[in-house]
Structures are given as structure tokens and as C-alpha cells.
């Protein structure tokens, strides 16, 4: 079946790619940035709101919409875009990322994995939540505990209930610490799942395959190569752990890659990572970040508000410094935040635990983030990105 | 000096009167409701959303913004319109209420009053959080535990640096549990209060004087009779508890309150009580209801779409009859939430603990108030109101 995607570049400078994604539901101007709707929702903000932002698309996690509300109630409701009310792209995750690190996510942190290789152990032990073999990976829910296999026919039929515009084959993410013997077992199970992905889908929904490798130049590439040369409309890039593993990765694959498919940068979204990743060649990336930290009291500032990468572009509203602090949150935003709130009534909502508060700088945080890509797109198009990365970047 | 309100009543039809007030921040046509502010923010919701759902005047409390962020900030910040960025009418309370009832509030349950008439205490005993005597009310903070003292000229003070186009003079709300004696002790402080509160004040701002006297009619009309004489621009009636003594109260004191001063309820706000007491005379209402009962999954829902007496006109999301129900929320109702999205997906919101869910509905549930308001004063201009009433009442 004819998959529903047109990717077309139309310019490249310096390495950086001005495109346009064209789906179902509607065009996507590239670089973009993708707010993570978890739940079939960018929390606290409305589908108006993310619209009149200028949002264009956004990611969807498979892995929580499986458990809740569950799959049948989203294909009920007719998918999910007429369930969260939101007429444009929505692309979805294939669930695996969340199945591998929420196992003890809570506990260990962000980004911590840990997990098992091989056969499900006998007596389910509470510090087990997740283990792998070639066939699948097995979770336990973080709603219940409940066991849950996920293989990449699973994974595919799921996203193709929820009716996304571009949905991801299963990978396995390997744990940062993963050696390079588990690594290139890992890839080679992402390679298998990818291949099984794309004979399990039925729709017209585009598909991205994803490239592992961890931090090794040879799987890296192995794995571009491998999953560039197989049917997909897009390739996503997983597994990037930290700033200068991240850009060694994106270099080594950059040739390695295919021009003419989107490039998708999972999880990804600094201010400085974002930079760095558009100027080799990435066209999207999504991110909690901007909605997370939003709603513990971090707004993004621009540069010429101050914001650098020392302070990671942003303040932390609920500072006591602004109190009384009766200037606009960011003088050089023109969102509806910024030219309607003080400083000072930020952190009060703040320091009131008012909900307003947890809104208002999710708002103004992807106002940032779709105005940011703006700017690249138009300074990729007046061959002015390099001035723009060293504005930002110095 | 001169005060910034005027009056005037268009039509008065069976008891219930339709009415304008002008105000600093604009007009308007009563009966209204008005949605709480508590914090300087109707909970969940934006300025901009409150103004296109219909919002023509908002109440905010006197008592917690003294103590977060404290009177001298709100000053500094150019009052509370700006503060808030609401630029419509805003109403403030006298924060009596609240120094009595959140005393012990959260631990006796709303509506439940604990404190002493008399000296202050020499220990503190954390039993007592709030005490009265002829001067004042001292009362500890529900943030910190700290003493506060509110007099009548202190809460002017408060009052007139919030900028409120409508303030209220220091009353005292009696307990439930007062017996004659204590009601009518009560209200004579009530009444000496209220000159108190008139001479303090210097601004132009509109102020109300309260209506006390509990349950005991001859209190209740004489304190009707001393508040109206007063040079008050309003009158706002206190310490209803219950519905039955409630509308006694009112017919008590019908007769007894100038037709040209308007009358506000303070604190009610159900579609019964209001239909009620518009038939008795009332122009304005407040009550956090429709936002409070909003954030634990309660929606309103008209007549014609199910709502009655019985179920107090709305219906609670969170339940699971609700999980796989593809209606709007309300197919009657024309606002943002019920044009966009379904039971279902209000349900799942509210079931993953997502803040949208919360905004939401109080957005529905305030619009649902603005048009019941709206309907109810083109059914006084119509003389339709006895018909309207019987179609919601019965």
C-alpha cells in the first residue's frame, strides 16, 4: 500500500536542511520541533492553544495510550486525533523506549535503564520490569504492575489503531552502560523488529525505522546503512546519550543516511542540541522538556533576553528575585504570555500552586520552540543559519 | 468622594430584578454571577478565557492575598486588575470570612466554624485560630500559622490598595451554631464595624455594607433596616446557611432594602439557589462551586440534556459509565468543550490526572453559569422568568 508521506528539501546550507513533510493531515515545515502529547495530551495545554502557537505537529507515546485509555477505546473514538481533538499530524512512538526505561524509571531516574537479557524470570521480582529476548520485550504496566509483551507486530497494530501520520517499528534503546558485545546484539534485535515492522504494516500511516549502535562508530553506521536500505518514509535516530556522544553519532551516519528521507531525532530537545543537531541535517526532533520543566517554574528566554547556554536559555520563575519583578516574562516574545503576565504574577501562581502557572509557561515554553524553528527554517532559506547558530551558540 | 457605581434596574418582573451596574472597569447587567478569584486567578483558568466565556465580573479574596502575596505587592504591581491582567470589574471580600472560617476550615470541614469570642489567648493554642472581639478579628495564617489581625480599617486599608472596583466592609459571620444571644452580639459588632469601615474609606470605589443576623428574623430585619440606612453603594447579605433558612432570610428582608442599592449573596451558587433567590430580588452572586466541583470531575449540564434538581444539573466524569461515551459533554451547550470534545476523552483526562481535564471543565461549568445568567435576564426583560424558573425548577 502507498504510504501517506512527500518529503521534499528545498534548500540545503551548510549542512542544514530546509524541507517539508507532506501527511495526512497536513504539511510540515522542517527543522520542526514535536511537543510530546503523552497521554493524548501536551499537558495543560488545549489542542486551540497549540495551534495558535504555531505547533504543527506532535508525538504521541504508544506506550502509555496501550495501557491507558487503551488501544480499543482510541480506535472506538475513531483514533487519535478525533480523540484529543487535534486535526493535524500526530506521529506516534512505538512504545519500546517507555517498555524498556519505565520498568524503574521512577526509581532510578531519567534515563536510567535496567533491565534483563533472556528468558522471563520464573517468579516475577519487583526489581525486574522489564526484560527482552529476540522475540519481544515484556513490561510490567507503571499503572498496576501488570505484565505486557510488546513485539513489533504488536507495536504496528497498536499504531495503526490510534490512526497516527507516522508511527516508528520497535527497537530496542540498549542501556547507556551496555557494552559493545551487547550492543551490537541489541542493533541486530532492532534490525530483526524493523524488518518484522514493516511485513506487519497494513496501512497507508508513513513508517520510520530506527538507528541504534550506542556510542560505536561501526554499529552506528552499520545500523544507518541497514535500516536506510529497508522500506521506510523516514529514519528516527535513538539511543543518543549525551551532547558529544549525540553529534559524534549524527556525524558518522550523516553519509550513511538516505537525502531524501526525513530524519528524526528521538527525545532530543535543548536549545543547544537543537542547533547542533539542524546544522547535521535533522529535520525533526521531540522533547518533554519545554512542557516538563515548564511546569517546575522554568520558562525559555531568548538570547537577546538574556538567555545563553550557561543558563540553558531559561529562568526559574519561582527565583525570589521575581517577586517583584514587574517586566514581562520575556520582553523579545510576543506570545500571548509574555504580553499579558508580569514576571511577578508568574511567581505568584508559582508560589500559589495555581494551575494558571503550570499553562502559562507551558504556553510561552513551545511558543519559544516553534518560533526558534521558524527562525532556522528562514535563516536555512537566507543562507543565514550560520550567523543564527553563532548568535545563539556564543 | 464621590463613588464609582451606578445603578439602575430596567425591569422588575415577579420579584426578580434586571439591572446594570457601572463600575470603573465597566458594566454589568445583573443577575450576575460572579466566578471566585481567590488568588488574584479563577482556578485553572486565563483572563483571556474568562472574558470569551462570557465573565463579566470576578470575586477575589481579600484575606489571601493580604498573606500571598501580601497587600504591598499588589500595590506595587498597580493594583489587581493589572496584577491579574483582568480588566474587567473585580469585586474583593472583606477576608472576615475567611479569618473565621479557615481558622480550623480545613480540619472541621467547610462550612464549620471554630473560635473564640474574647481576649486573645496568652498561649497560643493551635484549637484557636481565630478569636473576636469589639475591635477586631486576630486569626493565624493558613500558610504559616502567623497572627494576623483584620480590623474594618485595616481591611479598607487592604481593600483600597487591591483597587477593586467593588469592596465589602468587615463583618462578622456568625457560626451556625449561634444561639440569639450570641447572633445578636454578633451583629451589633457587625453594624459598629461597618460605620467603622465607611470612615475609613477614601477612595471612589464602590463599597457594600453586610447583612448579618443569622437565622432569627427580627436580627435579620433590623440589621437590614441599620445596613440600608448606611451611605453604602450595595448590600450584600451574609451568613445564609442552608436553603431553607435561606430564603427565609431573604423574604424576611425583602422589604426592608432600598430597590436602588443592589444586593449581593455572598457565597452561594447553585442553579436552585440562584433561580431562588433571583426571584427574591437578587442581582449578584459568588461562590467557588462551579470551579471546585469542576477540578474533581463535575460538570454541569442543562435541563434539556438531562439536568435536574435531583442531580444538582450535572454529572461526574470520572465515572465509568462515561468511559466509552462518544457525546459532547453537553450536546445543549455551545462553548469550546462541548463543540470539541467528547465524554470520553473528558473522562480519560481526568482518569490519567492530566490538568487539561481540570481546565476544562471549569471552563464549561463557568460558561454554563454566564448563559444561565444571560437566559435568566432576557427572561425578566421578557416576562418569561416565572416559565424559565418552572422549566429549570421542575
Chains 1, 2 share one sequence.
Not at 534485535?189 to 538507528?211: C, E, M, N, P
Not at 529514519?235 to 553529534?247: H, L, N, Q, S, T
Request: glycine share 8%; net charge positive.
Amino acid at each position: 500500500m502507498g504510504r501517506n508521506l512527500k518529503f521534499s528539501i528545498e534548500k540545503v546550507f551548510e549542512g542544514a536542511r530546509l524541507g517539508k513533510i507532506e501527511l495526512a493531515h497536513g504539511i510540515v515545515e522542517t527543522p520542526a520541533f514535536l511537543p510530546v502529547a503523552t497521554k493524548a495530551t501536551v499537558k495543560t495545554l488545549s489542542p486551540k492553544e497549540l495551534d495558535e502557537i504555531g505547533t504543527q505537529i506532535v508525538i504521541t507515546n504508544t506506550y502509555h495510550l496501550y495501557l491507558k485509555p487503551g488501544t480499543k477505546l482510541i480506535k472506538e473514538a475513531g483514533g487519535v486525533h478525533k480523540f484529543m481533538a487535534w486535526n493535524k499530524p500526530v506521529m506516534s512512538d512505538s512504545g519500546g523506549f517507555q517498555a524498556f526505561s519505565l520498568g524503574l524509571g521512577a526509581e532510578l531516574g531519567e534515563g536510567k535503564f535496567k533491565y534483563d537479557v533472556g528468558e522471563r524470570p520464573k517468579k516475577p521480582v519487583m526489581e525486574r520490569k522489564a526484560y527482552v529476548n529476540q522475540d519481544k520485550v515484556v513490561f510490567q504496566s507503571i499503572y498496576d504492575g501488570s505484565y505486557h509483551e510488546l513485539t513489533p507486530e504488536k507495536s504496528i497494530e497498536i499504531q495503526e489503531a490510534l490512526g497516527t501520520d507516522i508511527i516508528v517499528a520497535l527497537d530496542e534503546c540498549p542501556p547507556p552502560s551496555a557494552d559493545y558485545n551487547y550492543t551490537k546484539e541489541s542493533m541486530e534485535r532492532t534490525h530483526k523488529w524493523a524488518i518484522r515492522s514493516l511485513k506487519a504494516h497494513t496501512t497507508d500511516q508513513a513508517i520510520y525505522g530506527v538507528v541504534q549502535g550506542g556510542i560505536f562508530e561501526d554499529l552506528r553506521k552499520e545500523s544507518a546503512r541497514f535500516i536506510s536500505k529497508l522500506d521506510f518514509d523516514g529514519i528516527a535516530i535513538g539511543g543518543a546519550f549525551g551532547k558529544d556522544e549525540m553529534y559524534k553519532t549524527l556525524d558518522w551516519i550523516k553519509e550513511e543516511l538516505p537525502d531524501k528521507k526525513p530524519r528524526h531525532l528521538l527525545g532530543i530537545g535543548t536549545i543547544t542540541d537543537i542547533f547542533n543537531s539542524v546544522a547535521r541535517g535533522i529535520d525533526t526532533f521531540d522533547c518533554v522538556g519545554p512542557t516538563r520543566i515548564a511546569r517546575v517554574g522554568y520558562a525559555y528566554i531568548r538570547k537577546e533576553s538574556g538567555g545563553n547556554i550557561k543558563n540553558k536559555f531559561r529562568i526559574r520563575l519561582t527565583k525570589k528575585e521575581f517577586k517583584h519583578d514587574f517586566q514581562p516574562l520575556d520582553k523579545n516574545c510576543d506570545c500571548y504570555v509574555c504580553k499579558t503576565f508580569s514576571r511577578a504574577y508568574l511567581h505568584h501562581l508559582f508560589k500559589s500552586n495555581e494551575i494558571l502557572g503550570l499553562r502559562l509557561l507551558s504556553y510561552h515554553n513551545i511558543y519559544f520552540f516553534n518560533k526558534l524553528m521558524r527562525e532556522i527554517r528562514e535563516s536555512i532559506k537566507n543562507e543565514t543559519f550560520d550567523k543564527l547558530y553563532d548568535y545563539w551558540m556564543n
